[in-house]
């Protein structure tokens, strides 16, 4: 067991340093992804900048801090997904199109070998994004700093999980980009990075369960403010379990794979 562990550690590293010397031989293209994606972040910011000062710097009893918050875990958790493991989104696409074989004929894990298979340039501007912020909401603090990012790192794995799960329900229904990309844009994105006191008990338990939102920000956010970190074990429970599903599903879609009889090897 430790050694299968150890040896899908190595293959994401030396996955992880393909995609930064992938980055690397595009810089100009790098940069100016990164760099859009970094200026759209802030006009988001700017908007709640502008509602806080017309209700006079507060808002149902939130500090701005707050709002820095939201805009920061959950975006450190999308850029980190998006960056190392954006292979993800192409996963219901090689299975529907008989794609998989090149990932399947090597000797390792199927699921890790294709998620880490892609990086997405402006997914770093999210990353450094979030990272600034946070270190504006966390006021120079370092624990207070390093939850941010711990808790962003760790909400990777909800965004990847709930990425796998939707990308399998595509493959079930023959759908192959609108079911996965509207639930995770118009859901799992947006409803983190809104307040958690706007929403009602009902919503609340949606984003406790089907949706993973609570997770992605609300709890990382609460250990923010209190320091309990009994919330830790919390979200790391669920954060297996949420990937054990998305395994477990990802099985079950391949069971429905065709090989396209690709002859081709990814290196």
Do not use: H
Request: proline share 2%; with cysteine.
């Amino acid at each position: 067991m430790l050694t299968v562990v150890k040896q899908n550690f190595n293959f994401f590293i030396q996955a992880l340093k393909v995609s930064i010397m992938s980055a690397m031989e595009y810089k100009v293209s790098f940069l100016i992804q990164a760099v859009f994606m970094f200026i759209n972040n802030g006009f988001f910011l700017v908007f709640w900048s502008v509602v806080f000062n017309i209700n006079d710097g507060k808002l149902q009893d939130l500090e701005f801090d707050y709002i820095l918050l939201l805009w920061s875990i959950p975006v450190i958790s999308y850029g980190v997904t998006y960056f190392f493991f954006g292979g993800v989104t192409q996963l219901n696409t090689y299975i529907i199109t008989g794609q998989m074989d090149s990932f399947m004929l090597q000797p390792k894990n199927p699921i890790l070998n294709v998620i880490t298979s892609k990086c997405y340039f402006s997914a770093c501007g999210d990353l450094i994004y979030g990272l600034v912020i946070g270190i504006v909401a966390s006021k120079y603090n370092i624990i207070k700093l390093l939850i941010i990012i711990i808790s962003g790192i760790f909400g990777s794995v909800f965004y990847v999980s709930t990425e796998i799960i939707l990308r399998a329900i595509s493959v079930w229904l023959k759908d192959t980009e609108n079911i996965a990309n509207k639930y995770k844009d118009t859901l799992l994105t947006t409803f983190s990075n809104y307040p958690e006191s706007i929403f009602s008990k009902g919503i609340k338990l949606i984003l406790y369960t089907v949706v993973p939102a609570g997770y992605i920000s609300f709890l990382p956010i609460k250990i923010f403010y209190s320091l309990d970190f009994r919330f830790s074990f919390i979200i790391i429970a669920v954060g297996i379990l949420y990937l054990a599903a998305a395994i477990l599903v990802f099985n079950k879609a391949m069971k429905c794979y065709e090989s396209g009889n690709s002859i081709s090897m990814k290196m």
